[in-house]
């Protein structure tokens, strides 16, 4: 079992960055893919970025490619979410999700959730 603490959100200008983290308990975090996924207000909770467990390969939503960034470091077990130009559709609480042992790609095939962190855009 993992659990996971994100931190990082905040107030930021359309145009702006923040960058997220999300950091991972056990021994085991290399051994499970690890996601972003999103929640605005009054919608469902959808997929942003996930990355596989050695950190080769990234997947992202379409809405977020070339403005997000998904990393992660085995030794910190911390996975990162780098996000620029942020815009007025991107305000929402933003969790970070595990799998063990393969990646995902939509919120059901997320085993582990933290519990969000907020992310404010102004315009």
């Known amino acids: 079992q993992v659990q996971l603490v994100e931190s990082g959100g905040g107030l930021v200008q359309a145009g702006g960055s923040l960058r997220l983290s999300c950091a991972a308990s056990?021994?085991?975090?290399?051994?499970?893919?690890m996601g972003w996924f999103r929640q605005a207000p009054g919608k469902e909770r959808e997929f942003v970025a996930s990355?596989?467990?050695?950190?080769?390969?990234?997947y992202y939503a379409d809405f977020v490619k070339g403005r997000f960034t998904i990393s992660r470091d085995n030794a910190k077990n911390t996975v990162y979410l780098q996000m620029n130009s942020l815009n007025p559709e991107d305000p929402a609480v933003y969790y970070c999700?595990?799998?063990?042992?393969?990646?995902?790609?939509?919120?059901?095939?997320?085993?582990?959730w933290g519990k969000g962190t907020l992310v404010t855009v102004s315009s």
């Open positions: 990355i596989t467990m050695s950190g080769g390969r990234t």
């Open positions: 999700a595990a799998r063990f042992g393969s990646i995902m790609v939509s919120k059901g095939g997320a085993e582990y």
């Open positions: 056990g021994r085991t975090f290399s051994s499970y893919g």
